[in-house]
């Protein structure tokens, strides 16, 4: 588990779809968020894979079902590692220029 | 994560670069977890999980203890008002040691049907918990502010 993983994996739109709808409801089967995408359940199924392998995605068994849960953790730890260490006060100040923009936009 | 709807259980995991002893013994003893925990002086003994933050002084029931693999005990947020009022819920800490010295430690947060309140406030909370936990055991330092 490195932060290579977690680039990669962070490097796709529909992985961070799927990170998205599970951030919206965690907990979630294959066939539920295979409803939400315009792919084939194999395809889901390589993307979540790929989430699981970087440490984004947890499974955990339900009786019969596997649920899919969100872990934010591996994100958390880019943010420290990355975030907080060099520049957390200019990035937020740049953020909340872009937000402020964007919302009198 | 005032978004989220589905809170009633949490998972959250991160592999650490120890043994599961040393593990078992950062979640278990307050003089380790008052560097990554909030400050939190937490004790695990004897059955009961004693926590003290800031002067305020609680403990929880152990549900289960299976050193160093396992650890189950309810959760009340009792440094809160609010969320002391609500139900208590329910904790898994699961040890797992990995290839390369490594170990996956998995923290579930569940049974928050009935504490919602706690259960929005912990989400952030885990994540800041088990990457300072992380920090701890890799560096021997807390993190950092």
Do not use: C
């Amino acid at each position: 588990m490195d932060d290579d993983q977690v680039f990669k994996a962070l490097a796709d739109p529909t992985r961070r779809h799927l990170l998205d709808r599970l951030f919206e409801r965690d907990g979630r089967t294959l066939t539920e968020l295979e409803s939400e995408l315009e792919m084939t359940r194999f395809g889901v199924m390589k993307h979540l894979r790929v989430l699981e392998e970087a440490g984004l995605v947890v499974t955990r068994r339900d009786g019969r079902e596997k649920l899919h849960y969100l872990n934010p953790v591996p994100i958390r730890l880019i943010h420290d590692r990355w975030i907080d260490k060099y520049t957390e006060h200019r990035v937020a100040a740049l953020a909340d220029l872009k937000h402020g923009l964007e919302d009198t936009a | 994560m005032t978004t989220m709807t589905a809170l009633t259980t949490q998972v959250y995991s991160v592999f650490i670069r120890a043994t599961p002893e040393q593990i078992w013994d950062a979640i278990t003893k307050p003089e380790f977890t008052e560097q990554y925990f909030y400050g939190a002086r937490i004790e695990v003994k004897g059955g009961r999980r004693f926590s003290n933050i800031g002067g305020t002084e609680w403990d929880e029931e152990v549900l289960e203890a299976e050193p160093p693999s396992k650890l189950v005990h309810r959760f009340v947020a009792a440094y809160d008002p609010d969320m002391a009022a609500e139900d208590a819920s329910r904790v898994t800490w699961e040890i797992e040691p990995q290839e390369g010295g490594v170990t996956k430690l998995t923290v579930v947060h569940d049974q928050l049907e009935s504490a919602p309140k706690t259960a929005e406030s912990v989400a952030g909370g885990w994540m800041y918990i088990l990457s300072g936990l992380k920090t701890l055991l890799e560096t021997g330092k807390p993190l950092a502010g």
